[in-house]
């Protein structure tokens, strides 16, 4: 039965063995579209919601609208108890080593015999074959995987700034999800569904394997790049303010210059077309930051918006809280936290129908939920806590 909450997955309940970025964030959507979910903790709760530095936000980005129980997988009792609840889930997920849920006795191999109707989703660093067996980190496939030597200067391979195939790989793990339970609509069966971090990110960097098929010529970092447009750049302005600008047409272009004051920019016979403009680009650009360099970028913005030109300015994480058009759209809520403080939180960034799903429960202490849901179980049980 469902909660009555309206949204896709109502009615669709999740186990949740997870840690960490990539597991959670298979939950967090399904939970996000309306699922039940109910996340598995160890006594003392998840690692992650103690995390410093860099992690101190995973729990709270990945794991709203859960369930928290405590259950101690590593006891027989655990063990058996996770066994009774997975028996009224439609899905599993789990994120941890491979091998270790199979230790456990909770493995997809002797699930699926016992209920045959489970989607079981594992999130791993790689897909089976040679590799399958190494533990990874997004770091570690960013490096080996083409994104880390596209993304830093040449001899200077740079990791993406956040959690790139972590936060893939549950997207792609909540896919297989939606597919699978079509699936079983269809025949009546479950499956084991594999997301890994190695191949999201051989994905991400595939359009570049095919830039190499079709020129026999390795590509070059982002930073070294050829570029395709000539104008498609960070310029430094006034203050030292930057913004990117970018001009992808010869329409655009001669747009581009009229908003600047400088409409004879557009009429030099090197600067003529797009292709010839990349012939020059150094010297173009050149130009362009000679006259950008007094220019505020305050005062150039709407210029540039009200002549359809593409722009952005340099964000930081923190400067996002006070964006006018993610406030505005809906795409910060407010949330309660497990500390009972409140933070604003990113929503999916997705509409169905008009409507954003959002935050329907503050975020779960550590067994919050652990009498309620052992409670449903056909046995009498104590709870961990």
Known sequence: MGNGNGLPLDGVRVIEFTHMVMGPTCGMILADLGAEVIKIEPPGGDKTRKLPGLGIGFFRTFNRNKKSVVLDIQTREGQAQARELIGECDIVLENFRPGLMAQVGLGYAELSQRFPRLIYVSHKGFLPGPYEKRLALDEVVQMMGGLSYMTGLPGRPLRAGTSVNDIMGGMFGAIGVLAALRERDRTGHGQEVQSALFENC???SAQHMQ???????PPPP???????WSVYDVFTLADGEQLFIGAVSDKQFVTLCSALGHPELAQRPEYATNASR?????????DLAAILKDIRVEGLMPILEGSGIPYAPIVRPDQLFDDPHLKQSGGLVPMQTDDGGTTDVVLLPLTMGGRRPGVRQPLAKVGEHTREILARLKRRVSPDE
């Not at 830039?211 to 010529?217: D, L, R």
């Not at 982002?222 to 395709?228: C, D, I, K, T």
């Open 211 to 217: 830039q190499y098929a079709m020129t026999k010529e």
């Open 278 to 286: 990349v012939e020059v680009r150094r010297r173009l650009l050149a």
């Open 222 to 228: 982002m930073p070294a790049r050829v570029s395709a």
């Open 202 to 204: 051989v994905f991400l």
